[in-house]
């Protein structure tokens, strides 16, 4: 028992060295190499950031205007995309992830979303982006739900278009 103890406590002194290797995190970021250029030109992300930024754009607009296509077309079109929602359902691949966007715009006549704030790193091949965004939804019955949450995203490049491949989000208790 002393021993799984250990090992805990050292798993747990690791995540925190590891999470805090740099406090102050930045807005946007390239991690994992000493010349981000060579990185950049390398893999040919040199527009990461504007690609990431146009995602979240369409993600905003596709929500938003209740838009099935253009919402559906932020997520990678795969049967191991993951999601977990705010209330820590577990969605798993594209075609039910698009099956609970359609069930979403049925259900709520307008929905708004506010981003409070999203930082991004770049990371090999991939981009990891965390953020704060605000939702108020109206039911057709005027029913209003409004909630905080806190999300993690791992984003990459299709077909020269960036996707979110893992979500999760957190729902903030106020």
């Keep these: 028992m002393k021993i799984k103890l250990i090992f805990i406590l050292l798993f747990c002194v690791t995540c925190l060295f590891i999470g805090c290797e740099n406090e102050a995190a930045p807005t946007e970021s390239i991690a994992g190499t000493e010349d ?10 040199g527009n990461w950031l504007e690609g990431n930024y146009a995602l979240e754009e369409k993600f905003g607009t596709g929500i938003m205007n209740k838009d099935v296509d253009l919402f559906a077309s932020c997520f990678w079109n795969d049967p191991n995309f993951c999601f977990v929602t705010a209330t820590g ?6 075609e039910a992830n698009r099956e609970g966007i359609v069930q979403l715009f049925e259900t709520f006549e307008t ?13 090999g091949r991939k981009v990891y982006a965390v953020g704060e965004a605000s939702f108020r939804m109206v039911m057709y019955d005027g029913t209003v739900v409004e909630y905080k ?6 984003r990459m490049k299709v077909k020269d278009e960036w996707v979110i491949f893992l979500n999760h989000a957190h729902m903030l208790v106020e």
């Design 89 to 94: 359902e577990v969605v798993r691949g594209y």
């Design 111 to 123: 929905i708004e979303v506010e981003v409070h704030w999203i930082d991004r790193w770049l990371v």
């Design 36 to 45: 981000a250029g060579d990185l950049e030109k390398g893999f040919g992300y």
């Design 149 to 154: 949450e806190v999300w993690t995203d791992g």
